[in-house]
C-alpha cells in the first residue's frame, strides 16, 4: 500500500460512497473485466463468495458432487460444501501441482456411471500457474461438465496467450490481503455469460427485487465489495504488472541459487507465464541430503517465515472420508515442498538476506 492506494481511498470517502454500491466499484468490475478479456465481472465481498454464487448460478446443489483438485486452500471445497453439493477430490501433477488432467476424464467416467450428477469441475491455477486448460476444457465439455475456474491466486498469469480468469462458464479472483493486488479482503466472479453473472449480483445482494419495496423471493446473501475496498483494489490493479516483475524476478534468483544443488527443484514451470504468486521448492530428502523442514527450521531461527505447501484436501479432518482419486502426489509435495518468501514489495535488502540465508544452509 502507498499514495496512490491512499488516493483513490481519500477520493471515495470524500464522495460519500461508502456501502457496497458505488462508481468505484463499476468502475473496478469494468476495469478487471478488460483487463482479464471476459464481458462481466461482478465484485464480491470475497474469492469464497464467488465461488459460492457461482456455483449456485450454474445450479449446483445437495443432488450433485463436484470435482475439487485436492491440493489448494480448503476454500475451494468449502464453497461447493455451502452449496449442499459434496466435493470429490483428484490429485495433482507433481511437476506443476495443478490438477492431474489424465485422472479427470476417467473420474467424470467414474462418476457418471456410478449415477452420480457431477455439478461442476474446480480447476484452481495453483500458486498462481493456469492449470492446463487446453487438455481440461475439452474433457468437461465432452462430459457436459460446466467448469469454474478458482484463479484466485492467479492475475496476471495465462496460459497459451489467455489470462487467468477466463476460462470456464465462470471464474473466481480473490483480492485477499495475500494476493497479488489486494482490497483487504474481497473478490471478483467473472464470465461470459451475461445470465449467470447477473444471477449472481442478483443474490449477493440478498436477492433484493427492483421494487420501492424489500422484495426478496429467495433466500439470497450479503456478499458484495464495498465501494471504499472497490477503490483500493483499482489503485493495485495499475501495479499489477509491476508487481508480477517483481515476483518473478525474485523467482529466477532462487531458481539460480537453487540450479546447481542435488535433489531440489522449483515447483511448476513457465515462469513467464506464470505471475509466481508463490514461489514453492520441492526437495528430494535422499538426494538432497536435508528435509524441506530443515531448511525451514533454520530461516524461522533468522526471523524469515516460509511455510509447507497446502495439506491436502482429503487428508483434512473437516473431508474425512470424502471420496478421492489420489496417487500420492500432492501428499508427497505438502511432506517435501517449502513456500518461500516471495512478496512483491521486498526490498533489496530483505532479498538479499533471505538469499545469504539460503545460502549458508546449503554450504552448511
Given at each position: 500500500m502507498g499514495p496512490l492506494e491512499e488516493s483513490y481511498l481519500v477520493s471515495a470517502l470524500r464522495s460519500g460512497w461508502v456501502a457496497p454500491v458505488g462508481p468505484e466499484l463499476a468502475a473496478f468490475e469494468r476495469e478487471i473485466a478488460d483487463r482479464v478479456g471476459v464481458a462481466h465481472a461482478v465484485a464480491l465481498s470475497s474469492g469464497t463468495a464467488a465461488l459460492h454464487l457461482g456455483l449456485l448460478a450454474l445450479g449446483v446443489g445437495p443432488a450433485h458432487v463436484v470435482v475439487v483438485p485436492t491440493l489448494t486452500f480448503v476454500a475451494t471445497a468449502n464453497a461447493v460444501s455451502y452449496t449442499g453439493a459434496r466435493p470429490v477430490f483428484v490429485d495433482c501433477d507433481p511437476a506443476t501441482g495443478n490438477i492431474d488432467v489424465a485422472l479427470l476424464a476417467p473420474l467424470l467416467e467414474q462418476l457418471r456411471s456410478s449415477g452420480r450428477q457431477v455439478g461442476a469441475v474446480l480447476p484452481v491455477d495453483i500458486f498462481g500457474s493456469c492449470a492446463d486448460y487446453s487438455a481440461l476444457l475439452p474433457i468437461c465439455a465432452a462430459a457436459g461438465v460446466p467448469v469454474v475456474e478458482d484463479a484466485a491466486e492467479a492475475l496476471g498469469a495465462v496460459h497459451r496467450g489467455r489470462p487467468a480468469g477466463s476460462f470456464g462458464h465462470a471464474a473466481v479472483l480473490s483480492f485477499n490481503g495475500n494476493k497479488i493486488i489486494t482490497t483487504s479482503g474481497g473478490?471478483?466472479?467473472?464470465?461470459?455469460?451475461?445470465?449467470?453473472?447477473?444471477?449472481?449480483?442478483?443474490?449477493?445482494?440478498?436477492?433484493?427485487?427492483?421494487?420501492?419495496?424489500?422484495?426478496?423471493?429467495?433466500?439470497?446473501?450479503?456478499?458484495?465489495?464495498?465501494?471504499?475496498?472497490?477503490?483500493?483494489?483499482?489503485?493495485?490493479?495499475?501495479?499489477?504488472?509491476?508487481?508480477?516483475?517483481?515476483?518473478?524476478?525474485?523467482?529466477?534468483?532462487?531458481?539460480?541459487?537453487?540450479?546447481?544443488?542435488?535433489?531440489?527443484?522449483?515447483?511448476?514451470?513457465?515462469?513467464?507465464?506464470?505471475?509466481?504468486?508463490?514461489?514453492?521448492?520441492?526437495?528430494?530428502?535422499?538426494?538432497?541430503?536435508?528435509?524441506?523442514?530443515?531448511?525451514?527450521?533454520?530461516?524461522?531461527?533468522?526471523?524469515?517465515?516460509?511455510?509447507?505447501?497446502?495439506?491436502?484436501?482429503?487428508?483434512?479432518?473437516?473431508?474425512?472420508?470424502?471420496?478421492?482419486?489420489?496417487?500420492?502426489?500432492?501428499?508427497?509435495?505438502?511432506?517435501?515442498?517449502?513456500?518461500?518468501?516471495?512478496?512483491?514489495?521486498?526490498?533489496e535488502h530483505q532479498r538479499a538476506t533471505v538469499l545469504t540465508a539460503i545460502t549458508a544452509f546449503l554450504d552448511n
Amino acid at each position: 500500500m502507498g499514495p496512490l492506494e491512499e488516493s483513490y481511498l481519500v477520493s471515495a470517502l470524500r464522495s460519500g460512497w461508502v456501502a457496497p454500491v458505488g462508481p468505484e466499484l463499476a468502475a473496478f468490475e469494468r476495469e478487471i473485466a478488460d483487463r482479464v478479456g471476459v464481458a462481466h465481472a461482478v465484485a464480491l465481498s470475497s474469492g469464497t463468495a464467488a465461488l459460492h454464487l457461482g456455483l449456485l448460478a450454474l445450479g449446483v446443489g445437495p443432488a450433485h458432487v463436484v470435482v475439487v483438485p485436492t491440493l489448494t486452500f480448503v476454500a475451494t471445497a468449502n464453497a461447493v460444501s455451502y452449496t449442499g453439493a459434496r466435493p470429490v477430490f483428484v490429485d495433482c501433477d507433481p511437476a506443476t501441482g495443478n490438477i492431474d488432467v489424465a485422472l479427470l476424464a476417467p473420474l467424470l467416467e467414474q462418476l457418471r456411471s456410478s449415477g452420480r450428477q457431477v455439478g461442476a469441475v474446480l480447476p484452481v491455477d495453483i500458486f498462481g500457474s493456469c492449470a492446463d486448460y487446453s487438455a481440461l476444457l475439452p474433457i468437461c465439455a465432452a462430459a457436459g461438465v460446466p467448469v469454474v475456474e478458482d484463479a484466485a491466486e492467479a492475475l496476471g498469469a495465462v496460459h497459451r496467450g489467455r489470462p487467468a480468469g477466463s476460462f470456464g462458464h465462470a471464474a473466481v479472483l480473490s483480492f485477499n490481503g495475500n494476493k497479488i493486488i489486494t482490497t483487504s479482503g474481497g473478490g471478483m466472479l467473472l464470465s461470459d455469460d451475461g445470465v449467470l453473472a447477473e444471477r449472481v449480483r442478483y443474490l449477493s445482494t440478498q436477492a433484493r427485487l427492483p421494487l420501492p419495496h424489500y422484495e426478496h423471493p429467495e433466500v439470497g446473501y450479503n456478499y458484495r465489495l464495498s465501494n471504499l475496498l472497490a477503490a483500493v483494489g483499482r489503485a493495485q490493479l495499475r501495479r499489477l504488472d509491476h508487481m508480477v516483475t517483481r515476483r518473478r524476478q525474485l523467482r529466477k534468483l532462487y531458481a539460480d541459487l537453487f540450479a546447481a544443488v542435488p535433489g531440489v527443484r522449483l515447483l511448476a514451470h513457465s515462469d513467464d507465464l506464470s505471475n509466481c504468486w508463490l514461489t514453492c521448492i520441492v526437495v528430494d530428502p535422499e538426494a538432497a541430503g536435508w528435509r524441506a523442514r530443515d531448511l525451514a527450521d533454520h530461516l524461522a531461527a533468522r526471523g524469515i517465515e516460509t511455510r509447507p505447501i497446502w495439506k491436502p484436501l482429503h487428508l483434512q479432518p473437516a473431508y474425512a472420508g470424502a471420496e478421492a482419486l489420489v496417487t500420492g502426489a500432492a501428499q508427497h509435495l505438502f511432506e517435501n515442498g517449502l513456500a518461500l518468501p516471495s512478496g512483491s514489495v521486498l526490498t533489496e535488502h530483505q532479498r538479499a538476506t533471505v538469499l545469504t540465508a539460503i545460502t549458508a544452509f546449503l554450504d552448511n
